[in-house]
């Protein structure tokens, strides 16, 4: 058995960080920068958990204790001072798994996450073509057929037959992504483009849906929506720089300070160091890097950076996925779907080429993340981690990473306490997914395996928390509502054994976030030393009633040190 790599120096994360009150205070005292004060600061450390003030002196903390202790640091030299009255302050929350530049591109095309209907999407790129340009591709992301009411008819698996879409725009080609990413919708001007017939073969660890007669309805799953590149190559691309910015924007309204990008080329990450270095990206990320094996031997090294401009770009981690997602049937399984038992899911990642991937990463000081939805999906990747620990027996606390860690075998929970592996969770996809669930694995599979958050932090895990943004709304306030109540929309709730404490819940999206980033010496509490990331809300997440979690407003967002976000702007 793999020794423990990371529970017990995580453990240790709250209970070493010493706050220091009133530092320095009395004649002489070095003024603050930034004062909060008359609040209730929760610090998410366990030396001193809460408190009514703090300091910041240039990005950090210099202070955190009562309003009498921190008022020392008030002095002229004090550019900005914020009466909190009475409102929360916590640690900034950090986005442990979402695709920043998708934030903003999901913005620069139509947003389908709310519609309830095929008819609703088929209006609405009726609509986009009324305004379009001759040939112009049709762009969308966010539609979901489990959200469909009624049901659309005909339809294979769920999913509808192209006809409405291909009437509304027979000149115009469109694509629209997945709520999931893991799927594309295409009308018949787009598969002409792209060479689509019904000769064209399914890829490997992708699938184009067919109709009885053979025929390609529309949708393309997993690694079979590069067969539409061809329409994307054509089209004039999103701009990069315009998707950045308002990824940002979007992150710090909720609240965010931190991003964890899951998955960025070598490209985006050049975007994104110029960016720094122009003052304009004003959050704070840390990098997966998602390119070929081959690419990656050939340049990997030369883009790990730590901390880059004061801390505001970190890259080193790699990015792979091995299977798809549970809503379009792509999460790889040990056993076949309930719903659909012709099928076990799509390996989209050969465990051979990761496991390549693996000893690439170890050798140069990489943290490994891997996209794992299925139970055969996570096994393989512990399987692949495992094998490579234990060649490496000198490289300990590497903090590997499962991304998603969705469905498990109960077998495999302990797994990833025994080998130090991060549960890279989204508390939104269990409330998300929960309507479906059930029919995808059985009642079985789903109580003893689907999100089980609780059951791997008692069996020594250490759990992050995040949105999988786009894929859903980058809100962390959304995503905590989920993570505590596990409720979904019809008031039920998902397993409720499954829920998390509020401070847990806290704790996924600070600390342990910062800890799966190895940053937890510069983040994920309000500890002096610190850098001065604060989210401010507007009501008391840790004690209001749990109906009210969602109405709570981010006030603030404050990074290092600098107001970036302010509700009142």
Not at 468 to 484: M, R
Request: proline fraction near 5%.
């Amino acid at each position: 058995m793999v020794v423990a790599r990371t529970r017990n120096r995580w453990l240790g994360v709250c209970l070493s960080a010493t706050v220091v009150l009133g530092y320095g205070c009395g004649p002489g005292v070095e003024p603050a920068d930034l004062v909060l004060y008359n609040g209730k600061i929760v610090t998410v450390d366990a030396a001193h958990p809460e408190a009514e003030a703090l300091a910041v002196r240039g990005d950090e903390l210099v202070a955190v204790g009562t309003n009498a202790e921190i008022n020392a640091y008030i002095a002229e030299g004090t550019t900005q001072e914020i009466d909190l009255k009475g409102q929360l302050a916590i640690p900034g929350f950090i986005e442990g798994h979402g695709h920043f530049l998708g934030v903003g591109n999901a913005q620069m095309q139509l947003r389908l996450m709310d519609t309830q209907s095929w008819q609703e999407v088929v209006s609405m790129v009726a609509a986009a073509v009324e305004e379009a340009e001759p040939g112009q591709l049709i762009r969308g992301r966010g539609w979901h057929q489990e959200k469909w009411d009624p049901l659309p008819e005909p339809n294979v698996e769920g999913f509808p037959l192209h006809d409405l879409l291909s009437e509304v725009s027979p000149d115009n080609p469109v694509l629209l992504t997945h709520a999931s990413g893991h799927a594309t919708f295409a009308n018949a001007r787009a598969m002409e483009m792209s060479g689509v017939t019904r000769d064209t073969r399914d890829p490997d660890g992708g699938e184009v849906l067919r109709d009885v007669r053979g025929n390609p309805i529309g949708v393309f799953r997993e690694t079979a929506s590069r067969l539409l590149g061809e329409v994307s190559a054509g089209a004039t691309p999103p701009d990069p720089r315009r998707q950045a910015e308002l990824a940002v924007a979007e992150a710090l309204a909720k609240g965010v300070t931190s991003f964890q990008d899951a998955g960025s080329s070598f490209e985006t990450v050049d975007l994104l160091k110029s960016m720094v270095d122009d003052g304009t990206l004003g959050i704070r990320l840390w990098v997966m890097l998602r390119e070929s094996n081959e690419a990656l031997a050939a340049r990997g090294a030369d883009y790990r950076m730590v901390g880059y401009g004061d801390n505001r770009l970190t890259v080193r981690a790699i990015k792979r996925s091995i299977d798809g997602a549970l809503g379009s049937r792509g999460a790889w399984l040990l056993e076949p779907y309930s719903d659909s038992p012709g099928s076990t899911g799509l390996n989209t990642t050969s465990p051979e080429s990761i496991s390549a991937t693996a000893d690439w990463a170890i050798a140069n000081d990489f943290q490994l993340c891997v996209h794992a939805i299925g139970d055969r999906a996570n096994r393989e990747t512990l399987d692949i981690f495992q094998r490579t620990f234990e060649a490496n027996p000198d490289k300990t606390d590497v903090r590997w990473r499962d991304e998603h860690t969705q469905h498990l075998h109960p077998d495999d929970i302990p797994r990833f306490g025994e080998l130090g592996v991060i549960a890279s969770m989204q508390g939104v996809h269990c409330t998300s997914d929960a309507p479906y669930v059930v029919a995808r694995l059985g009642e079985e599979r789903a109580e003893a395996g689907a999100y089980v958050w609780k059951t791997l932090m008692e069996t020594g895990a250490v759990v992050s928390n995040g949105t999988d943004a786009p894929v859903e709304d980058v809100s962390p306030i959304a995503n905590y509502y989920a993570t505590v109540s596990r409720k979904l929309a019809d008031g039920s709730v998902f397993y409720p054994d499954q829920r998390l404490s509020r401070l847990e819940a806290l704790q996924t999206y600070t600390i342990n976030a910062a800890f799966a980033a190895f940053e937890e010496d510069l983040k994920g509490s309000l500890s002096v030393g610190k850098l001065a990331d604060i989210t401010v809300l507007s009501k008391d997440i840790m004690t209001i009633a749990e109906d009210e979690l969602s109405s709570t407003e981010v006030v603030y967002t404050i990074v290092g040190g600098r107001v970036m976000y302010s509700r009142n702007d």
